[in-house]
């Protein structure tokens, strides 16, 4: 059980939109650390998305943006495409004793 | 390019001793920290630990301090993650990570270091 809550998946049609969500609490996100996304390909090692909230590395599409707000934070990626389909996860810091540097749960992004 | 290579996959028997490496390159090793996350079989990402070679300094997870050791060797670029009694809830993929800017995040990934404890 981790203590930044994404959703177990989401899905989207080529074209379309969608969101993932990374809810932490007041001893995260909420705390103001930052967040970080990285992306999964089945069978290969994840990659860095965002880095520090909204940053995106070099090489990122623009079509991956994210957003911090109070105790959350939200990945958007626009114009879904077919290589997009990967899980997801956030990341950030949390000042309790569950951890030092904590990964959220993942999100399976499938597109139909 | 920042680079880095994991060791390959090793298979060993509950109760023994077991050390993985990762080499990195392309870039100022003293300068980044470096560290490690496990995935456990069809689970997600766990953060382990990470240590800065310039001056030592290593940091645990709670959930893994004791369990495991985490160093690096400047003079060969390389981090090592550490086990001295492999438990067959050790079996997961293991990876290495870095960042330049810090301790927090992972900019730079390995391949990914398979470990399977069993008897």
């Known amino acids: 059980q981790s203590v930044l809550t994404q959703p177990p998946s989401v899905s989207g049609a080529p074209g379309q939109r969608v969101t993932i969500s990374c809810t932490g609490s007041s001893s995260n996100i909420g705390a103001g650390y930052d967040v970080h996304w990285y992306q999964q390909v089945p069978g290969a090692a994840p990659k860095l998305l965002i880095y520090a909230n909204n940053n995106r590395p070099s090489g990122v599409p623009d079509r991956f943006f994210a957003s911090k707000s109070g105790t959350s934070a939200s990945l958007t990626i626009t114009g879904l495409q077919t290589e997009d389909e990967a899980d997801y996860y956030c990341q950030s810091y949390d000042r309790s004793l569950s951890g030092y540097v904590v990964f959220g749960g993942g999100t399976e992004l499938t597109v139909l | 390019e920042v680079q880095l290579v994991q060791s390959g996959a090793e298979v060993r028997a509950p109760g023994e001793s077991l050390k993985i490496s990762c080499k990195g390159s392309g870039y100022s090793f003293s300068n980044y920290w470096i560290g490690w996350a496990r995935q456990m079989p069809g689970k997600g990402l766990e953060w382990m630990g990470i240590?800065?070679?310039?001056?030592?300094?290593?940091r645990y997870s709670p959930s893994f301090q004791g369990q495991v050791t985490i160093s690096a060797d400047k003079s060969i670029t390389t981090a090592y993650l550490q086990w001295s009694s492999l438990k067959a809830s050790d079996t997961a993929m293991y990876y290495c990570?870095?960042?330049?800017?810090?301790?927090?995040?992972?900019?730079?990934w390995g391949q990914g270091t398979l470990v399977t404890v069993s008897s």
């Open positions: 240590i800065y070679p310039g001056d030592s300094d290593t």
């Open positions: 990570g870095c960042s330049g800017r810090s301790a927090d995040n992972f900019d730079y």
